[in-house]
DNA sequence: CGGATTTGACCGGCGC
DNA sequence: GCGCCGGTCAAATCCG
């Protein structure tokens, strides 16, 4: 495996270190272990705070933010795939950011308590399921909670040729200050 | 024309 | 059983 992550924008350093996070955890990735559990905290170079992990909590700044796990375990003996889940939340002025992946989007649901909606993707390669939601929210209309389900098992398929969409992260970045 | 998005319908789990 | 809720499907639509 070559180098999966992409180091181009603030998005993706977010994302890459949420990648470090779930590789660390769960390589491997048997389907079958919520064996392993990463309880890590971490800081991502700049505007992005936050962590967490698969069982049930998030720490976000100094409140806990409690994430549902979806635990999808069929009847009986049929193991399903228990999903673990990560969450980030960064500052942004848009909803998409790019992470090197190409997504498809499936749904859109509107979130109780909070007057935004929530975004459901897909990744679109094939055979990769991953799965990742984006919302934001109504307190901090300025904070964007992207929540990650599965692991890709491909190379980024995304190239750098894509210029503009880099540059308006980087803008978006330099905003923060 | 083909792939992505939109958007209401649908579905399964859960609490009452 | 019923209704709510979070999540997904899929037909229609959009768009390059």
Not at 20 to 48: C, T, V, W
Not at 57 to 73: A, D, G, P, Q, S
Request: glycine share 10%; aromatic share 10%; proline share 2%.
């Amino acid at each position: 495996m070559e180098n999966h992550h992409g180091f181009f924008t603030a998005g993706s350093s977010a994302l890459s270190a949420a990648a470090a996070l779930e590789y660390g955890g769960f390589h491997g990735g048997k389907g079958d272990g919520l064996s392993g559990l990463i309880m890590e905290q971490m800081r991502a170079p700049d505007n992005l705070n936050v962590i967490f992990q698969n069982g049930s909590f998030v720490h976000e700044n100094n409140k806990l933010v409690k994430i549902t796990e979806t635990k999808m375990e069929t009847k009986k003996g049929e193991k399903k795939v228990r999903n673990p889940r990560f969450a980030f939340q960064t500052r942004s002025q848009v909803d998409i950011l790019d992470d090197g992946y190409r997504w498809r989007k499936y749904g859109q649901k509107a979130v109780k308590n909070n007057k935004f909606p929530r975004s459901y993707y897909r990744c679109t390669h094939q055979g990769c399921s991953v799965k990742k939601q984006i919302q934001r929210l109504t307190k901090d209309e300025g904070i964007v909670v992207t929540t990650y389900e599965g692991m890709h098992s491909h190379p980024i398929q995304k190239s750098n040729d894509n210029f503009e969409h880099i540059l308006s992260q980087m803008q978006i970045y330099t905003n923060q200050h």
